[in-house]
């Protein structure tokens, strides 16, 4: 059972370029959410989603787009990658069963130049 | 709004020292969960506790201990005899029932204990 795997671990970008973050799931949970955490300022909601086929806007959306095609993937795309996008970002899933517990993939870290 | 607060940013102790890291919440619902995670310098996020509203009793695990206090909005964590690989960031994270969405966690900004030999 791997968890949640996030890849990749680490990537410059240069402004104005675009890519998509990768995440995936193997314990079956139906609820995932990508975070971006800047120094100093804990966890921000960006995107989750309930279900395959469905995504909804967290705190900090702007930016940023997510899919769910599959239960175990969701992948976060970033187009036109600016300075102010430069964070780590992580990925995220729970199901009722574990009362909302949320476990963490390891994280990317995204430098926008 | 849910709002989680963790007043202290930084601490720093001396090894086998007790500590102890605050956390106050805000809710305006009756059922809400409460966790907190660790940020090894590593970075990964690591769960450690869950507890629900309805469940005031305090928990030991080994050298941790948390103390939940609805009367004063708090979900306090301590470490007895702390070690250096104790060392990391410390998030609380609230989760409420409103409305349905008590499955999107707040997080507090997180303290940084430093455990020194």
């Known amino acids: 059972n791997a968890g949640v795997t996030q890849t990749p671990k680490f990537r410059i970008l240069k402004i104005g370029q675009s890519m998509t973050l990768q995440c995936t799931q193997d314990?079956?949970?139906?609820?995932m959410y990508w975070y971006r955490q800047d120094p100093g300022m804990g966890l921000k909601l960006i995107y989750y989603s309930v279900g395959a086929g469905i995504t909804d806007k967290g705190e900090v959306p702007n930016g940023y787009n997510v899919s769910r095609s599959t239960t175990e993937d969701f992948p976060l795309r970033l187009e036109l990658a600016a300075p102010s996008q430069t964070s780590v970002y992580f990925c995220?899933?729970?199901?009722?069963?574990?009362?909302?517990?949320?476990?963490f993939g390891p994280g990317t870290r995204l430098l926008v130049l | 709004a849910q709002k989680v607060t963790q007043a202290q940013t930084e601490i720093s102790v001396v090894e086998k020292e007790d500590v102890t890291l605050d956390c106050v919440y805000e809710?305006?619902?009756?059922?809400?969960?409460l966790f907190w995670y660790k940020q090894p310098p590593s970075g990964e996020l690591v769960f450690l506790i869950r507890?629900?509203?309805?469940?005031?009793q305090n928990e030991i695990s080994g050298r941790y201990s948390w103390n939940f206090q609805k009367s004063t909005s708090s979900f306090n964590f301590t470490i007895t005899a702390s070690q250096v690989v104790d060392s990391a960031v410390y998030f609380c994270?609230?989760?409420?029932?409103?409305?349905?969405?008590?499955?999107?966690?707040?997080f507090g900004k997180g303290t940084l204990l430093t455990v020194n030999p």
């Open positions: 809710t305006r619902d009756t059922t809400y969960y």
């Open positions: 995220a899933s729970s199901y009722l069963g574990a009362e909302w517990t949320q476990y």
């Open positions: 314990m079956n949970h139906n609820y």
């Open positions: 994270a609230l989760s409420e029932a409103r409305g349905g969405s008590n499955y999107k966690l707040t």
């Open positions: 507890r629900n509203s309805f469940d005031e």
